[in-house]
């Protein structure tokens, strides 16, 4: 065989290698799925929504009796939002968590200057919380979907 045949053939060869390297490269442009921060989210929302439906069967709804539940679920909901924050390419997370976040400080900031909330009010603050938080589900399971494609 020549020199140039073998040149030929070794180029070749190599050209292939890296043509069937580049087809195996995987690029991934979303941050990976976090089954720590899906338990996170489906515990609060609950949490958060038995807040919201003992407040509707209660008799009294004075804010200083639920000014505990409300720093608490805070600081959940702020856990929620460093744990996005941390994790690269997770732009859509994190700006779901600040939404949700300035929510639950404005509606609490609300029952704390009218020292009540009607049904009507608590109805559509658990809705509100309710969609945010399958907001942040979805965006999860997109993640899990995205870097596990079903087959």
């Known amino acids: 065989m020549s020199s140039q045949l073998k040149h030929r053939a070794v180029s070749l060869f190599s050209l ?3 043509s069937l390297s580049f087809i195996s490269c995987k690029v ?13 989210i489906e515990t609060t929302a609950k949490e958060i ?13 004075d804010y200083l009796l639920y000014q505990k539940d409300y720093i608490n679920f805070e600081v959940e909901l702020n856990s929620l939002l ?17 939404i949700t976040l300035q929510l639950w400080r404005k509606y609490k900031e609300e029952h704390h200057k009218d020292d ?3 049904d009507g009010l608590i109805k ?15 965006a999860e399971r997109g993640k899990q979907i995205a870097t ?3 087959e």
Do not use: W
């Not at 991934?28 to 996170?40: E, K, N, R, T």
């Open 124 to 138: 559509l603050n658990r809705k509100t919380f309710d969609d945010l938080f399958f907001a942040m589900l979805s």
């Open 28 to 40: 991934q442009l979303v941050p990976p799925y976090d089954d720590g921060i899906v338990q996170q």
């Open 82 to 98: 460093m744990k996005n924050k941390v994790k690269p390419l997770n732009e859509h997370s994190i700006r779901i968590c600040e």
């Open 148 to 150: 596990n494609p079903p």
């Open 16 to 18: 292939l290698l890296i």
């Open 49 to 61: 929504d038995r807040f919201y439906l003992n407040m509707l069967e209660s008799e009294s709804r």
């Open 116 to 118: 009540t909330l009607s």
